[in-house]
């Protein structure tokens, strides 16, 4: 079937640190591949989001990009920031029933920056 | 400004009680969602809605119900035989149901005891 596996957290780190959080999935066919973000207390926003393999998807100073040979979609940033405190989800689409789009989320990195 | 809009916040209820959690959208989103998280654990998908006056299970409807009378809103129920209700319940939509990125309400924390 399908899924996600993301590292587990928390990541702790100091800003302007270099943030790698890993995303590998299993997928039949070709999903598209998303990363959420959710702040404390708050609902989830897309971060970014890329729908073929070597697609890099980019927002905020994070990036990602699709491998289809490593079946993974790593989320990256430069330099954290304290406000990039969050967790982050990483997410597949695949066909449910009816033809519509579901996703299917990662269980989720929690991280810490501190200043 | 458009955005879904869930209350109440934190809710409150003793077991054996129904409970109802409220999602409404301004965005005109066909599409909407109900979504399930528990600590440590991804988002499950309870139920589905694509069009107005139609519904379908997700993973773990059981002790669920919904409506869609209306476009803009998908009430969840949370039932009495719905054996650990206690979790954060986050609704969601899409502008088409074939569309990919969901946009989500600021969910609703619901404690029974």
């Known amino acids: 079937g399908n899924s996600v596996t993301q590292m587990e957290g928390p990541v702790t780190l100091s800003e302007e640190a270099f943030l790698t959080i890993n995303c590998t999935y299993t997928a039949t066919g070709y999903p598209s591949l998303f990363w959420y973000v959710q702040y404390p207390g708050e609902g989830l926003q897309l971060l970014l989001k890329?729908?073929?393999?070597?697609d890099k998807g980019s927002n905020k100073g994070f990036e990602a990009t699709y491998r289809k040979e490593t079946t993974s979609f790593h989320l990256e940033k430069g330099s954290v920031q304290v406000s990039d405190s969050a967790v982050y989800f990483c997410?597949?689409?695949?066909?449910?029933?009816?033809?519509?789009?579901?996703?299917?989320f990662g269980t989720g990195t929690r991280l810490l920056v501190s200043p | 400004d458009g955005g879904i809009t869930q209350s109440p916040k934190y809710l409150f209820r003793k077991e054996g009680q129904n409970v109802t959690l409220s999602c409404e959208q301004n965005?005109?989103?066909?599409?909407m969602y109900w979504y399930r998280q528990d600590p440590g654990q991804g988002l499950r998908l309870i139920y589905y809605?694509?069009?107005?006056?139609?519904?379908q299970k997700g993973d773990i409807a059981e002790g669920y119900s919904v409506s869609r009378e209306k476009k803009e809103s998908f009430p969840l129920t949370v039932t009495s035989a719905q054996k650990n209700p206690t979790a954060f319940y986050l609704c969601?939509?899409?502008?088409?149901?074939?569309?990919?990125?969901?946009?989500f309400g600021p969910g609703t924390r619901l404690t029974v005891t």
């Open positions: 809605s694509q069009i107005v006056n139609d519904f």
């Open positions: 890329a729908t073929k393999a070597d």
């Open positions: 965005l005109n989103h066909d599409a």
């Open positions: 969601a939509s899409t502008p088409k149901p074939g569309t990919y990125e969901q946009y």
């Open positions: 997410a597949l689409s695949a066909p449910g029933n009816t033809g519509f789009q579901k996703l299917v």
